[in-house]
């Protein structure tokens, strides 16, 4: 590189080597193979105190999310060497040299920190940049989806799917009642559902450091703090603000889990906050949705206008949910039961799966049909166990080294069972994984996560990075 | 629920094959390997007609750049062939420093120095037996040629034609992959993201767009591309060489070769 070129040339728009024959870099070309980055589009770097924004293939900065005020970003720690997400809000000019802003983030921030708990996404490390133009703090990085995303996507959670983040989202109140922290601003797009099924509140008491730092002061309700959709009643008003307030957004949250709406939506924050402060909330909704009774009762209470009616804790506010798993768990296994059905479905498929097992061939019969039931069913949202999946996989991977013969047999019957059945009607598989695989037409592995298509290989790998 | 004793399958397949190995059969480590076995012929022949089919064109390359007619440059880089098989060539090779594209062009020059003795050795259709020639790819490797005929030394013409042919191998079998899943749409639209070229890089956003896709989708096809491009060209040069540490030196090699003055 750094040659003068003759003109006339025809140089690499990426790296800037001559180019010849067909059109392509050779040198791109190769050094893709050394892994080197090739494409450099913005070869300057956005650091944040030690965090350094990483650059997608494009050259452009990885965005994670963007809200109204602040840009997430997928960074790198140089010291730990750790991936992070960064949030970094933009102190408006206005504010930008005021000492009391800055301490005031930090101050938030701080209490923030603090607070460790399995469903909150960690915050490692905050700060302001030495010009006081920006604020960030960086966060564990969660590999997952937000609740927002999901529902926007897949459409309504069933209510014990959506009552079993309900109770994690809970725990983590828990956790921050014990600080003393309120998070201000939980709604889907701060619940983080993971590859495993775990929920992570993100974000957690950042909301008015956030807003404080980004000067973000609506003329006309003083500081308001929040989403409206997802918003307490009592935010929009001056009054003082306690964790009723989370207690009355999450029972929101959980209402667009089972709905895909918001309880009070409207146009302006006017309006909905007209509705919130006025109106019971539209229970019909959750009717249609059929929604069991015991959690209907459960949101009309965590959604009353007055935060005296609501449960007064978090801890309050478990009870409350796990009384309504138990009540749900008890009607779902009655609606469900099928015991006669589902041994005999069982049994066939086990007596079957010895069959296969020694047959190579009939095996790879199986994992057709098998392919064919999951291929039709493909449009609906499908649950398996996370463990089960992985050893699915790897018997696939071993079969097709020809080495199926090396894992245990009762192993292979229940994987052979699984397949089967991969098209679950009798709930053989645990919930769990959102993870569907089948073998298409073409003798190809696939696995469908939600609508990203993966094939065998993709998914080895990042299983590979995960672990 | 722990249903099988399955954290030693992934590990046993990479150890017994070497990582990511799909195609042992062809790898100029069994043609070394089969130099002092019986099974010889049989492992030794198909592996290496089926390397010398991807690398025929730098070899022809670096005959024409030796002034020789297309005809017989192809006449010759077949007999080279013939030539390394019959006398069993690779049964020489000095297996600590064995890399496939050193030993071709030091037995090309060896052969060519032979051939301009004598004529004897220039069998004409000499190799036919061993790699039939196609016309398609002898026009390929003409272009080849042409393309890096200015090179200063035979050497790096050769060089750069081999680092030519080696990334074609590597797209052409990704290529392969998007087709046989049904991605060949998606494969043209990204490979720009691979391969760089003159064209500047769409944006994301107007890719997604003319894609019908999110632009989160369309990042993460993108780096998925590039990695399984990664691999598929690994792949490659690990059929050439020895070893994983080999892989890097001789990627590194080649970009040397590109980018020196």
Known sequence: MGTPLA????????CGEPVKGKGDCLACLLRTGLEETVVQTKPSTLAFGDFEVEQGAGGSYWELGRGAIGVTYLAADKVLRRRVALKVVEVPAAVRGSQAVRERFLREARAAAALRHPNVAAVFHFGASPDGTHCYYAMELVEGETLEARIRRDGPLNAKEALEIAIQITRALMAAAAHDLIHRDLKPGNIMLTTESEVKVIDFGLAKAITDAGGEMDLTHGEFVGTPSFASPEQFGS???????????????????????????????EEIRGRKTRDDPPVAQLVARKVPKPLIKLLRSTLAIDPGKR??????????????????????GLAYQKPALRSEAFDRALTDAKAYANNPESLQALFHNAARKAAAASRKPFKENWAYL??????????HHGEY????????????????????????????????????DANVIEFVTDKTRRTLDDFMTWETAVR | ??????????????????????????????????????????????????????YWGPLYSFVRSRGYTVHDAQDL????????????????????????????LASLKNFLANAEDSERTLKRGGGQDFLPLHEEQAEQAESLFQTH?????????????????????????????????????????????????????PTYAELADRLGIAESTLRSHVTRLRARYREALRAEVRRTVNTETEVDEELHELLHVLTEV
């Open chain 1, 7 to 14: 003109s006339g040339v025809a140089v690499c728009s990426v």
């Open chain 1, 239 to 269: 009054g003082p603000v306690d964790a009723r307030s989370d207690i009355y957004s999450l029972g929101a949250t959980l209402w667009f889990a089972l709905t895909g709406l918001a309880p009070h939506s409207g146009k302006t924050i």
């Open chain 1, 311 to 332: 449960p007064a804790s978090a801890r309050e506010l478990m009870e409350a949910l796990e009384s309504c798993r138990r009540k749900l768990t008890h009607r779902i």
């Open chain 1, 390 to 399: 992985q050893a699915m996989l790897r018997l696939i991977r071993a079969y």
């Open chain 1, 405 to 440: 013969h090396q894992v245990s047999g009762d192993a292979l019957l229940w994987i052979i069972a699984a397949l089967n059945y991969l098209v679950d009607p009798f709930d053989l598989i645990p919930d769990k994984t959102p993870f569907l695989g089948f073998v298409d």
């Open chain 2, 1 to 54: 629920m722990i249903l099988i004793e399955t954290v030693s399958v992934n590990t046993r397949v990479r150890d017994e094959h070497g990582e990511g190995d799909l195609f042992p059969s062809t790898h100029w480590s069994v043609v070394l390997a089969a130099r002092s076995s019986q099974a010889e012929p049989e492992t030794a022949r198909p592996a290496l007609a089926e390397l010398c089919q991807i």
């Open chain 2, 77 to 104: 880089t077949q007999s080279f062939f013939a030539f390394v098989l019959e006398h069993k060539i690779y049964a020489r090779v000095d297996r600590r420093k064995g890399r496939f594209r050193s030993f071709l």
């Open chain 2, 149 to 201: 005929s200015r090179a200063s030394s035979e050497d790096r013409l050769f060089d750069l034609s081999w680092a030519e042919a080696l990334v074609a191998a590597g797209l052409g079998r990704l290529s392969a992959d998007y087709k046989g899943e049904s991605k060949e749409k998606l494969f043209n639209e990204l490979r720009i993201f691979v391969a760089g070229g003159v064209d500047p890089l």
